[in-house]
């Protein structure tokens, strides 16, 4: 069994061969893709996969915390496969986005002024190096 099915079948959710796609995907391209990014990679191969089958699964994967969503992009949603808190940069020019390596000390709070913690998330925004170089 790949950990994707172990993945879905731990977070108690069926098996369907979309899913295990998505996961697959997101574990192989890193850059923070959205729900279109992933309709146009996956939907040659998966007649049946239609947009909205990604957007639901994107959905079941985010609330089963197998996917983080991430709002960094004001346009669309992107999503990461890891789901730990971690701190990304935007780039303004190519719009990828980057996962920032950042001790924070703010990471680990549950609560800060009474209020409960439920995510947390820091975004740069700016000019990539490659874009810098280019
Ligand atoms: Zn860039
Ligand atoms: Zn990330």
Same mark, same amino acid.
């Given at each position: 069994?790949?950990?994707?099915?172990?993945?879905?079948?731990?977070?108690?959710?069926?098996?369907?061969?979309?899913? #295990?796609? #998505?996961? /697959?995907?997101?574990?192989? *391209?890193?850059?923070?893709?959205?729900?279109?990014? &992933?309709?146009?990679?996956?939907?040659?191969?998966? =007649?049946?996969?239609?947009?909205? +089958?990604? $957007?639901?699964?994107?959905?079941?994967?985010?609330?089963?915390?197998?996917?983080?969503?991430? %709002? &960094? %992009?004001?346009?669309? !949603?992107? $999503? %990461?496969? &890891? +789901?730990?808190?971690?701190?990304?940069? $935007?780039c303004n020019v190519?719009?990828?986005?980057? =996962?920032?390596?950042? /001790?924070?000390? *703010?990471? *680990?709070? /549950?609560?800060? =002024?009474?209020?409960?913690?439920?995510?947390?998330?820091? $975004?740069?925004?700016g000019t990539c190096r /490659?874009c810098r !170089?280019?």
């Amino acid at each position: 069994m790949s950990q994707f099915c172990e993945q879905l079948k731990t977070a108690g959710l069926p098996l369907t061969t979309h899913r #295990i796609a #998505i996961l /697959e995907f997101m574990a192989d *391209n890193h850059s923070h893709p959205s729900a279109e990014d &992933i309709y146009s990679a996956l939907h040659q191969k998966f =007649d049946s996969m239609s947009k909205m +089958t990604v $957007y639901n699964n994107l959905q079941t994967l985010v609330s089963s915390k197998l996917l983080q969503e991430i %709002d &960094i %992009d004001k346009e669309k !949603a992107r $999503y %990461d496969c &890891i +789901t730990a808190t971690h701190h990304h940069f $935007y780039c303004n020019v190519c719009k990828k986005i980057y =996962d920032v390596a950042l /001790e924070c000390p *703010n990471l *680990n709070h /549950e609560t800060m =002024d009474g209020h409960a913690i439920e995510s947390v998330q820091g $975004y740069f925004f700016g000019t990539c190096r /490659e874009c810098r !170089a280019g």
